[in-house]
């Protein structure tokens, strides 16, 4: 699902917004957790699961195309963990 087939499910289901408010909900929940993220804070949504920033060390990587070493400098990255309720769904017990 991309972000446009979100923002139409959510305005289908919600027929009192107005299409471009729905969007500006979705866009403005999707910014806030980046500017979180960007902050080094993490996001939980319950049930759903948490975002978080990881950090990651230089190293000397392989350019697999020629085998020759590359540096690869630090970085920061994404990281997200499910919550119980969203593991759940997705692996019923029979």
């Given at each position: 699902?991309?972000?446009?087939?979100?923002?139409?499910?959510?305005?289908?289901?919600?027929?009192?917004?107005?299409?471009?408010?729905?969007?500006?909900?979705?866009?403005?929940?999707?910014?806030?957790i980046?500017?979180?993220?960007?902050?080094?804070?993490?996001?939980?949504?319950?049930?759903?699961?948490?975002?978080?920033?990881?950090?990651?060390?230089?190293?000397t990587?392989?350019?697999?195309?020629?085998?020759?070493?590359?540096?690869?400098?630090?970085?920061?990255?994404?990281?997200?963990?499910?919550?119980?309720?969203l593991?759940?769904?997705?692996?019923?017990?029979?």
């Amino acid at each position: 699902m991309i972000k446009s087939e979100l923002v139409d499910q959510i305005a289908e289901k919600n027929p009192h917004l107005y299409h471009r408010d729905v969007e500006r909900i979705v866009n403005a929940v999707l910014d806030e957790i980046v500017r979180a993220m960007s902050e080094g804070d993490r996001v939980e949504l319950r049930g759903f699961g948490a975002f978080s920033v990881k950090s990651r060390q230089a190293r000397t990587g392989r350019n697999p195309r020629t085998g020759s070493a590359v540096e690869v400098s630090a970085k920061r990255v994404p990281f997200f963990k499910t919550g119980k309720e969203l593991r759940e769904r997705l692996n019923p017990k029979a």
